[in-house]
């Protein structure tokens, strides 16, 4: 018997390490990079990264096949043949940077409207945000328009903070955990960690979700809700706890504008808004003094309830009022909404009764001292431990705005914001309620040569604030800030190209894109996006006559633009995630990164912010350059990034600042503070003491340090807005009053959706479609190890998953005569889809959904025309129509939320038919041309060359 | 070496709880990476771009619909080499190239000496072997046996490329010979279970069974004091009538 | 499971080869054999190429071919191992008695080595038998009547191939015939046995105890951990549908045994035709031993498709 072969125990893992950030998705969670020979061995989480805390995910791990992908760009490219084509040149970096500085100058020269530069998944928006700034065109957003700007802004003006990457459920200490509407959302990582604490911990989890997969396959109770209900459902379970009186009044008096007194006076120009002093203070009825008084005082009693007299005679009564006579209606009885929600009463009786139970009978006492706004010293903090999340469930609904709030609204009548067990709001959050930033580029703030005001997203507090032209016409290409979606606080990506295209509001010069895959999975009408970007006037020129487009990859949208700029992968570039844009911050630190070139790139391509920095100085943008016309930022984007301030001593990145390194948020540039990152580990983190860790919103030392750090200006609290007054500034707009009024096509739409006590209304599509025509729902879902369309790139993900299904419900499945794999016709109002179906149970009965952005169009990412993505992967985008069908006013709004704008994907309604024989999906569009890439390997040995090192 | 120790010092093993368990993949990928460049290396990839992508994996995750006590669930299912105690997938094969390590019971396959007959993996119950077709040989899990005693890393870092990855921390590894140790502690807690023990293989990894939630103490209308407050009135009434006495405490 | 071409043609041709050994040899022990040592060794040749053939390709699956000597070490446990060795120790006697056959020395010696090659035929094939029958995976191998079935195939292929060779060598003889026919007939029982045994048999792993959770039931895989087919569901996966595998069996059972029976049958009465309808007859067991051969994997169902959505196993 020969003895157990030898096996080497202790191999290196690696030559080195290097600790970045990583880029498979928007968590941005900490990677050790393990290197050999310049390639990348291995890819493991940080241990010590505020984000993932050495855990890594599915797609992280198969960072290595991204990063080696053979759809990777290679060169700057000018497009040689027509749109779509796919036929280009290459050219070099000096020809492709004088072609985008001619056309960029030339639009900035003559009307900087007709430049719409939007940045899709974009990390550094406020590099690219302020850019376009200085650029000056009123053109710019993120992708944060179709994904869920209903959550940000539906927190934002509720309570100055949001699910939305703004805050957490406090994972240590909750027992009860709600989930709404989330398969996996951005803090990827922290949820899964989460997830497992509160499991282990025997905390309950209930998810309340049409789909039970992922988190809602190991939730202890799943309510399966039918799509665009959720509005019903909670507000039934406030219902519940005000019919059972189990709300935080002291909660309230403190912390929200409950108390605050509304005018009763039908048809004035000021019904509805709050009744203020004459220093503009909201009033509330004073019991110490038995008299009207400021409701930001410190010492005041206020009361929650009573119709009380102002001094002008008219009526006012607090919002607690109004709020509790809102939820209280039978309408949101558990009775009324169990039909229209698919959820039976007495369930949601129960569920309201086991939060109201948690909330207020095991509520958690911290023996820590805190001192709130008022000086006031308060020796425990008590937490009632609900704590919730929800994401595009409910954001991608036109309903969603007011759902959101909705949510809000529960969680603060049962006092759980920013307390032990509730929600926690990551710094730089919270902001005011809503966040002191107005929007900038209405016509009159944009000039040939001239940067914008200020920035170009913000929060109107009402119709002045709308970014309109003289003539009340939309001033954005997106309609954004416009009365087609007054609050859209993070503009309409999901609109621009089609309105260019229509040349509706206005035409354009150049779409200057980056990364964002608007030819295919991240566009409604996928058909008619890209019609759009091909169409061409009467003398033969496409109406979108310039695209410039920076991706890394072979996108299927890569081949309608005229000028490419490569990006590289995430491993090879600099990258800033900054205070300024949208943090890593966990709730008890403020927390920033970056990005470095931890392996060099083997072609021709470049960081896009690196490129956007050269362009800022050859355009001659004034921050980007010197007075004597030479480039600010010789060194590029490092450079920028320890250089740049927004305000003296600000600037991208909050750690190790002051020339000597010692200072935090505020101080001079210092230029070891790359350097010091990368020996952190590419992280900054400021750890908040015990004392400002809860109550942010209304905690003196919290509030004293945010104004130090920049997140302030001033150490008042946020007081949250159960009761909306810029809603109510709308409405009364649609009512008649106020110098700038909705056009008669949208008064009524915005008299009905602006209430400012949030309510349900059913989704627009449904309403819209004939319900009996398209009796189902149809909705996407991530899947947690892909990443939209990045994916289908990887070797190893797309071996997980190549081609999609549409899970239906066996009922539905018997109804239809169809059984796996069976293919079917998918319609909705838009068009049909040809795709194969799976049965499930855990799914609700009225409800279709797929694994969203597996489908791909042939001839992008270098997959063989034959892969499953092509010949069986679907998108739903092709059914999802960019405009709603026309309406009572025969006008098309944007398939939108009505007071945001947000992309409503998940309002599809749609019917199913067996299709005929087998075959391969439809819509099956031509291929796309892609002469510039290598061959795609036929196979794949990787990690064959470590082994060799080994022996 | 294909005859199987009478004991092994140790039982090495993975814990995975389905309880937890998310299918998020994150094991599998994971795994993939750790292993392409290690003790097996490469995991070969065929047709990676194309029509019929497959390769070489050692840890794959499932899911699955069931009905317990009429009530209907959904359960991630990850699945790896057991490292069982009798397995036949060790005494089939004919070079002695599989094995199982008499120190601590992990299952391995000798790279260098096996000559890709594929017996093993038909004497496996669980499906748990690989054939890598580009390189001729066998691969399966590891257990990470070029990790979990390497001294060349952290210490903390010593355990399988998926246990680390794990984001939910459903999976956890360790001694399941020792009672004393975390993971068998563990098992015992929550009723842990082998796989297809029926099949008597005496699998060692363990999975810990979904939980059933505990129904939670709920009092329906606490606020019953309000029950002194004149009837018949609205709830409406009633709640500002609650408000005003509460807050004048 | 997935049936290979290379160990179909490996188990029907080495299979042979080793019944045309073990018959040749018996004959010659008996003294039954045509006399003259060219056609004996003629005849053995025969065996030796069907076998080694057989050999060769079996190797052709293997990753590591160059390997293959390490293949002989685990006979303690193996059966694999086993088969190897007891395939390479029947070469000895065997190569032996083409020795004192092709030189014509020693005839003593000829009877032991030739009683030796029929036990090593024996013995190796009862291995490869063994091989399957041993795998508790698969429960239309895991029956003690795999070895004996793999036996009376070798059997009843080295019969007919024997009574050919004689009957082409013009040596034809009517008791090989019959050993013919009574193999022919044994391997048709047994395979007809076969057959309604695992027919019978359900299996007894079912899906819930694959998947274990306690209490457990009405298990339906939602996503396959790939949505292509991965090795293991390659290999284990492959299962041939049941009315096609009937209509298999049938062909299989008729050319296999049927028309061979029927040819040699003829041949006995009517000797002139006999190597022509032997030839016939070979041929046609030949196709019928590939397509059984097939079937016996095809039909094979492996318990760890029970993870991959199959009930029982
Ligand atoms: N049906 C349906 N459609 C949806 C959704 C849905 O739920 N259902 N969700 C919507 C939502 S919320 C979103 S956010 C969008 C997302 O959609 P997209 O933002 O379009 O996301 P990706 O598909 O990832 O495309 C981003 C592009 O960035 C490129 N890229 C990747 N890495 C880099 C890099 O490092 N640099 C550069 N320059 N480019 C890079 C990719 O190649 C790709 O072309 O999809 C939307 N579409
Ligand atoms: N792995 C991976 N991670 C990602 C991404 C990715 O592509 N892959 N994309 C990132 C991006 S851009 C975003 S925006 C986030 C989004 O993260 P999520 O918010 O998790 O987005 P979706 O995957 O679209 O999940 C929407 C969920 O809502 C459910 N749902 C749909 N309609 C309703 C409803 O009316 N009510 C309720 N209660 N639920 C409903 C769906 O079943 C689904 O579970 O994820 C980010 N993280
Ligand atoms: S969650 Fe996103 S950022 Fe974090 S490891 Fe996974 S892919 Fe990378
Ligand atoms: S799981 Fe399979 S491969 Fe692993 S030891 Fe058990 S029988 Fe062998
Ligand atoms: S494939 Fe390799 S490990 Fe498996 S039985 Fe054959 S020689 Fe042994
Ligand atoms: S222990 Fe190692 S080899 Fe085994 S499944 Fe986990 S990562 Fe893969
Ligand atoms: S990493 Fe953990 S949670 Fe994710 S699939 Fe694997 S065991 Fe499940
Ligand atoms: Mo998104």
């Known amino acids: 018997m020969s003895a157990e072969p030898v096996v080497n125990l202790n191999q290196p893992v690696a030559d080195r390490v290097a600790k970045t950030t990583c880029y498979m998705c928007a968590c941005r969670c900490g990677i050790d990079v393990h290197i050999t020979d310049g390639k990348v061995r291995y890819i493991d989480g940080n241990r010590d990264h505020p984000v993932n805390r050495g855990v890594i995910c599915g797609k ?4 290595i096949m991204q990063h080696y992908s053979p759809a990777r760009l290679r060169a700057p490219m000018r497009r040689v043949g027509p749109r779509g084509s796919g036929e280009f040149e290459e050219i070099s970096w000096d020809e492709a940077l004088a072609l985008a500085t001619d056309w960029l100058g030339e639009v900035r020269r003559s009307d900087p409207r007709r430049l719409a530069f939007f940045t899709g998944r974009d990390q550094s928006q406020s590099l690219t945000g302020f850019w376009a700034m200085q650029y000056g065109t009123p053109n710019f957003a993120a992708h944060g328009g179709f994904c869920s700007v209903n959550m940000a802004a539906g927190g934002l003006y509720t309570f100055g903070g949001a699910f939305w990457e703004f805050g957490d459920p406090d994972w240590d200490l909750t027992k009860y955990f709600m989930l ?13 960690i989460g997830i497992g604490k509160l499991k282990s911990r025997g905390a309950k989890v209930v998810s309340i979700n049409p789909v039970r997969t992922g988190y809602n396959a190991v939730a202890d109770e799943w309510v399966g809700i039918r799509p665009g209900t959720d509005g019903l459902f909670v507000g039934a379970l406030i219902h519940e706890l005000f019919r059972t009186r189990q709300v935080d009044l002291d909660y309230l008096i403190r912390y929200t504008n409950a108390p605050w007194l509304v005018i009763e006076a039908p048809g004035a120009a000021d019904d509805g808004l709050f009744a203020r002093d004459e220093a503009g203070a909201p009033l509330v009825w004073d019991k110490a003094s038995g008299g009207l008084a400021s409701g930001l005082g410190p010492d005041v009693q206020p009361v929650l309830t009573g119709r009380r007299t102002l001094a002008d005679g008219r009526m006012a009564r607090p919002v607690f009022e109004l709020m509790a006579e809102r939820y209280l209606d039978p309408t949101y009885s558990p009775e009324a909404v169990a039909e229209g929600t698919g959820v039976p009463a007495e369930q949601i009786r129960r569920l309201a009764a086991e939060i109201a139970h948690v909330a207020f009978r095991e509520e958690i006492v911290l023996d820590q001292p805190w001192t709130d706004w008022t000086g006031r010293r308060h020796e425990k903090m008590i937490g009632r431990p609900v704590s919730m999340h929800a994401m595009r469930g409910i954001s991608a609904h036109s309903n969603g705005f007011q759902t959101c709030r909705m949510i809000h609204i529960l969680q603060i009548l049962l006092g759980s914001i920013d307390c032990p067990g509730g929600f926690r709001y990551k710094p730089p959050y919270p902001r005011q309620a809503p966040p002191w930033l107005l929007p900038h580029g209405a016509s009159r703030d944009v000039r040939p040569d001239e940067p914008l005001g200020g920035p170009h997203l913000g929060f109107p507090l009402g119709p002045q604030h709308l970014l309109l032209n003289e003539d009340d016409s939309p001033a954005r290409i997106d309609k954004g800030f416009s009365w087609d979606a007054p609050m859209s606080a993070h503009g309409l990506m999901h609109m621009v190209i089609n309105n260019a295209a229509t040349k509706d509001p206005y035409g354009i010069d150049v779409l200057f894109m980056y990364m964002a895959n608007m030819a295919w999975n991240s566009s409604m009408n996928v058909g008619g996006t890209i019609e759009a970007l091909t169409r061409k006037d009467e003398n033969g020129d496409y109406v979108i006559p310039k695209i410039i487009y920076s991706d890394s990859y072979y996108s299927e949208t890569v081949p309608y633009a005229d000028l490419i700029l490569p990006d590289t992968t995430y491993l090879e570039r600099w990258d800033c995630i900054s205070l300024l844009d949208r943090p890593i911050s966990e709730a008890d630190m403020a927390a920033d990164s970056i990005r470095w070139p931890v392996v060099e790139p083997d072609r021709d391509v470049r960081g896009f912010q690196e490129v956007l920095i050269d362009l800022g100085g050859r355009l001659g943008l004034p921050a980007f350059t010197n007075a004597d016309g030479s480039p600010k930022y010789p060194g590029g984007y490092p450079d920028y990034i320890v250089n740049h301030q927004r305000k ?23 230029p070891q503070q790359l350097d010091r990152y990368i020996e952190n580990g590419s992280f900054f983190a400021h750890h908040l003491k015990p004392e400002q860790a809860y109550f942010k919103h209304a ?21 949250f807005q159960l009761y909306s007054e810029p809603v109510q500034a709308f409405r009364l707009a649609a009512e008649g009053h106020g110098t700038r009024q909705p056009p008669e096509t949208h008064r009524a739409r915005i008299a009905r959706y602006f209430d400012p006590l949030p309510f349900w209304y059913p989704p627009f599509e449904g309403s819209l479609v004939d319900e009996a025509l398209y009796p189902l729902h149809a909705i996407t879902q991530r899947p947690m190890h892909m990443y939209h369309s990045w994916g289908s790139q990887n070797a190893w993900l797309r071996q997980i998953t190549a081609a999609n299904r549409l899970y239906i419900h066996h009922d539905l499945g018997a109804q239809t005569g169809v059984t796996d794999d069976d293919w079917v016709w998918l319609a909705s109002h838009l068009g049909r889809v040809k795709c194969q179906v799976r049965l499930m149970e855990g799914v609700n009965p009225d409800t279709v959904w797929t694994w969203n952005a597996i489908g791909k169009r042939r001839g992008a990412w270098n997959l063989s025309d034959d892969a499953p993505e092509m010949k069986e992967g679907f998108l739903l985008n092709h059914l999802i129509s960019e405009l709603l069908p026309k309406g009572g006013g025969g006008y098309r709004y944007s398939n939108s939320d009505p007071i945001t704008g947000q992309a409503a994907w998940f309002d599809l309604r749609v019917n199913i038919a067996p299709a005929d024989g087998a075959g391969a999906t439809e819509p099956m569009f031509e291929p796309l041309g892609h002469a510039q890439l290598p061959p795609a390997p036929g196979k794949l040995a990787y990690g064959s060359q470590f082994r060799k090192a080994k022996t | 070496m294909t005859t199987l120790p009478p004991e092994t010092g140790k039982k090495l093993g993975l814990v995975i709880d389905l309880d937890i368990c998310v299918g998020c993949q994150a094991c599998v990928t994971s795994c993939k990476e750790w292993n392409t460049g290690g003790h097996s290396a490469p995991l070969s990839d065929h047709d990676p771009y194309g029509a019929d992508p497959s390769g070489a994996w050692l840890n794959r995750v499932h899911s699955y619909e069931y009905e317990k006590a009429g009530v209907s669930r959904t359960v991630h299912f990850p699945r790896s080499c057991l490292h069982c105690e009798e397995p036949a997938c060790v005494t089939v094969c004919p070079t002695g190239a599989s094995y199982k390590r008499i120190e601590d019971g992990i299952v391995l396959v000798n790279p260098d000496t096996c000559i890709g007959c594929k017996l093993c993996s038909w004497a496996c119950p669980y499906g748990a072997r690989e054939y890598d077709h580009d390189d001729g040989v066998m691969k399966k899990c590891t257990l990470c046996v070029d990790r979990i005693y390497n001294e060349t890393i952290p210490e903390e870092d010593r355990v399988p490329s998926c246990v680390r990855a794990c984001p939910t921390g459903a999976r956890a590894f360790g001694d399941l010979g020792d009672p004393d140790s975390a993971v068998s502690k563990s ?23 979904p939980r059933e939630a505990a129904p939670r103490a709920v009092v329906a209308e606490p606020q019953g004091e309000t029950a002194s407050l004149p009837n018949p009135r609205s709830a409406v009434e009633r709640l500002f009538a609650w408000a005003d006495r509460a807050l004048s405490h | 499971m997935h049936p290979a071409y290379s160990v179909i043609f490996f188990t029907t ?18 003294g039954g054999a045509p006399d003259g040592r060219w056609s004996l060794l003629a005849i053995l040749v025969m065996a030796l190429v069907l076998i080694t053939l057989g050999l060769l390709a079996s190797t052709l699956h293997l990753g590591h071919p160059e390997r293959a000597i390490g293949a002989l070490s685990q006979w303690r446990s193996s059966w694999l191992s086993r088969e190897g060795l007891a395939a390479l120790a029947t070469y000895v006697p065997a190569g032996l008695l083409a020795l004192v056959w092709l030189f014509g020395i020693g005839t003593a010696w000829s009877v032991p080595l030739a009683l030796l090659s029929a036990a090593g035929a024996v013995a190796t094939v009862y291995c490869t038998g063994m091989i399957y029958a041993s795998l508790p995976t698969i429960r239309e191998w895991n029956m003690p009547m795999v070895p004996a079935i793999y036996l009376v195939l070798t ?17 034809a003889s009517g008791w090989v015939a019959l050993l013919t026919i009574a193999t022919l007939m044994a391997a048709a029982a047994l395979k007809w046995l076969y057959w309604a045994r695992i027919d019978a048999n359900p299996g007894k792993y079912t899906d819930e105890m694959a998947i274990g959770i306690p209490g457990a039931s009405a298990i339906r895989q939602l996503d396959p951990p790939h949505t292509r087919p991965n090795y293991v569901m390659r290999e284990m996966g492959y299962l041939v549908g049941r009315k096609h595998a009937r209509r298999l069996r049938r062909i299989a059972l008729a050319s296999l045994c049927g028309l061979p029976l029927l040819l040699v049958l003829l041949a006995l009465l009517w000797h002139a035709a006999a190597p022509f309808l032997l030839i016939v007859a070979t041929l046609s067991a030949a196709v019928g031993l590939l397509i059984e051969r097939w079937l016996f994997f ?4 492996h318990v760890s498709m029970l993870y991959y959505g199959r009930k029982r196993a």
């Open chain 3, 155 to 171: 059997a009843a292929s080295g019969a007919l191939i024997l009574a050919t060779l004689l009957a082409l060598f013009g040596a």
């Open chain 1, 60 to 63: 992280g791990s198969a960072g």
């Open chain 3, 298 to 301: 095809a039909e094979a169902s």
């Open chain 2, 187 to 209: 098992v015992a807690a929550r009723e842990g279970f082998g796989l297809l023990e029926e099949f008597g293989y005496k699998p060692v990894n363990r999975y810990l069974p």
């Open chain 1, 648 to 670: 003296p001593g600000i600037g991208p990145l909050a750690g190790w600042r002051g020339a000597d390194g010692t200072k935090t948020g505020n101080g001079a540039p210092n």
């Open chain 1, 699 to 719: 905690n003196r030392d919290y509030l004293t340090w945010a104004v130090e750090m920049g997140f302030r200006t001033v150490p008042l609290p946020t007081i």
């Open chain 3, 13 to 30: 041709s080495s299979g042979a080869g080793y019944g045309l050994l073990f018959w040749l040899s018996l004959l010659h022990a008996a």
């Open chain 1, 180 to 192: 709404f509407g989330v398969a996996e959302d951005h803090a990827s990582n922290p949820i899964k």
